[in-house]
C-alpha cells in the first residue's frame, strides 16, 4: 500500500537554529499537507499547497514557516528559527483528486526544540 | 465545516463490536462524514467516509442517519490494536479542503 514517508523521525534542534522536514508524499497526489501536535494535543493543521503554491494556511503558519516542493517528489516544511513552542510531531499528508478521498498521513517528525 | 461532538472516552471488550457515536447536527448537504483514527503518537489513519449512504469496508461500517445529523462508526471485533484516538471529522468535499481535528473519542480495548 502507497504510503507518505517522512524524515527524520526524530530531529532535536537549539532554539534559534532552523530545521527542515522532509516529506515524500505519495506520488500521484496533488494536494499536500503539513499538521502539528503538540504532545497532548489535538492535531493543528497548518498548510496545505496545490500545484505549486499554498491554497490555504492557518494563524499558526507565520512567516518563521515556509513550504517547497524542490523537486516534484519532495515536500519540506522550513522552520526559520526554532523556538521552544515549536517542539511537536509534524506530520505530512497528501492526496488524490476526488472530491472525497482520503489523506494519507506520514508517521511523523518528533521536532525538540532545547 | 460543521462541529462535530464525540464522547470524550469510551471502553469496549475485545473482540466484542465498539459502537462510537458522533453527533453534527449542523452537517450540510455537500459535507461528507469521515473517520481517521490515531494510535498512540503515530499519524492519523484513514477509516471509512461517506456522505448519505451506510458505508462498510475492510476496517469498519458507517452509519449515517438519514437526517446526517449523527453517525456511528463500528468496529466489528474490536482488537487490543484498536485501542486508539478516533477522530469524527465533518468536511465539505472540495478536493484540497484541509481535515479540522476535534478531540475525538479515546478508545480503549480490554481482554
Not at chain 1, 9 to 31: A, D
Not at chain 1, 63 to 84: A, M, Y
Not at chain 2, 37 to 59: D, F, V, W
Not at chain 2, 73 to 90: E, F, S
Request: proline share 4%.
Amino acid at each position: 500500500e502507497p504510503e507518505v514517508t517522512q524524515t527524520p523521525s526524530h530531529q532535536v534542534t537549539q532554539m534559534g537554529q532552523e530545521v527542515i522536514l522532509r516529506c515524500v508524499p505519495i506520488s500521484n497526489h496533488l494536494y499536500f499537507y503539513w499538521y502539528r501536535q503538540i504532545l497532548g494535543q489535538k492535531v493543528e493543521f497548518l498548510v496545505s499547497f496545490y500545484n505549486n503554491e499554498i491554497s490555504e494556511k492557518s494563524e499558526i503558519f507565520d512567516d518563521q514557516f515556509s513550504v517547497e516542493r524542490p523537486d516534484g517528489s519532495n515536500f519540506t516544511l522550513k522552520i526559520r528559527s526554532t523556538k521552544l513552542e515549536d517542539s511537536a510531531m509534524y506530520f505530512c499528508a497528501s492526496r488524490g483528486d476526488s472530491d472525497s478521498g482520503g489523506y494519507t498521513f506520514g508517521s511523523g517528525t518528533r521536532l525538540t526544540v532545547v | 465545516d460543521a462541529k462535530t461532538t464525540q464522547p470524550t472516552s469510551m471502553d469496549c471488550a475485545e473482540g466484542r463490536a465498539a459502537n462510537l457515536p458522533c453527533n453534527h447536527s449542523t452537517i450540510s448537504g455537500n459535507e461528507y462524514v469521515y473517520w481517521y483514527r490515531q494510535i498512540h503518537s503515530q499519524g492519523p489513519q484513514y477509516i471509512i467516509h461517506g456522505l448519505k449512504n451506510n458505508e462498510t469496508n475492510e476496517m469498519a461500517s458507517l452509519i449515517i442517519t438519514e437526517d446526517r445529523k449523527s453517525s456511528t462508526l463500528i468496529l466489528p471485533h474490536a482488537t487490543l490494536r484498536d485501542t486508539a484516538v478516533y477522530y469524527c471529522i465533518v468536511r465539505v468535499g472540495a478536493a484540497g479542503n484541509k481535515l479540522t481535528f476535534g478531540g475525538g473519542t479515546r478508545v480503549l480495548v480490554k481482554p
